[in-house]
């Protein structure tokens, strides 16, 4: 498979390294904030994936380039979810394919999938207080990441009194709101990413966590989808990938 990459950051070069390593796929293009004039359909016609890991102020004009040259986009950029209706209805009109996801590691959907499970499990559970802390490298341009907004809003979903998560750098007294989730973000050294969800009442915790170790397991994830992604034509989220990649191995 040919993929271009858009963007030359961490990840784009942790997926340059995988794919180079494995011999399994070719990148074809590389567009980086040198080359940015030279993200144009026409560069896009040779390769069969795009995989954009830029900034999210250029997700919808990459994306235009990207479905006008009817190939499939895997989007692992966040900090863009506003103009996710938007971006719905430019794949539509385009009948092409998107993958979208605030995190492409396989363990991490994994646990949105426990966080969705443990969530239900405490929808009725009131005396328990629940919070997210999350904790980045200092470089990460988002607050709160995009994982932790995932994982709120299964949260949000399914325990109705609360009615919106709140962002800080610490558990303040106005988080003690009862219908406000409160996500904790931490931006410390070259921390990959860590994730915990904490339930708490007076008589004792429950908590589930996720730690990152490298960044390959995003990477590799969004390689995945690239490969899932041929012949597709649809908006879906990297969950949608990696259920029916569950289902068929049954």
């Known amino acids: 498979m040919k993929i271009a990459l858009i963007g030359y950051g961490k990840m784009g070069i ?14 074809v293009f590389t567009a980086t904030s040198k080359n940015i004039n030279e993200l144009t359909p026409k560069n896009f016609a040779s390769s069969d994936a795009v995989i954009d890991f830029s900034v ?23 900090g863009w979810y506003e103009h996710m ?12 394919c998107i993958v979208y996801g605030s995190n492409f590691s396989t363990g991490v959907n994994l ?30 341009r988002d607050t709160p ?41 931490n931006r410390v050294g070259d921390a990959i990413g860590e994730h915990v969800v904490t339930y708490y009442s007076e008589n004792d915790s429950i908590q589930i966590a996720h730690e990152a170790f490298d960044r390959k397991g995003f990477a590799e994830g ?15 989220s990297f969950r949608d990938v990696l259920k029916e990649i569950l289902a068929n191995a049954e």
Request: charged fraction near 25%; glycine fraction near 4%; hydrophobic fraction near 40%.
């Open 14 to 27: 942790m997926i340059e390294s995988i794919i180079k390593e494995n011999g399994m796929h070719e990148i």
């Open 56 to 78: 999210p102020s250029a997700v919808i004009e990459n994306a235009k380039n990207v479905l006008a040259a009817g190939k499939p986009l895997i989007i692992g950029t966040t």
């Open 85 to 96: 209706d938007e971006l719905k209805k430019l794949c539509t009109q385009q009948n092409g």
């Open 111 to 140: 646990f949105f999938m426990l966080n969705d499970f443990l969530s239900k499990l405490m929808k009725t559970q009131k005396k328990y207080h629940v919070f997210i802390e999350e904790t980045h490298h200092t470089q990460k």
């Open 145 to 185: 990441s995009g994982t932790a907004i995932t994982i709120a809003n299964s949260i949000l979903e399914n325990r109705k009194w609360l009615k919106e998560w709140t962002n800080s750098t610490e558990l303040t007294d106005e988080d003690a709101d009862e219908t406000k989730l409160a996500i904790i973000s």
């Open 222 to 236: 969004s390689i995945v989808a690239a490969e899932w992604a041929l012949n597709k034509i649809g908006f879906y």
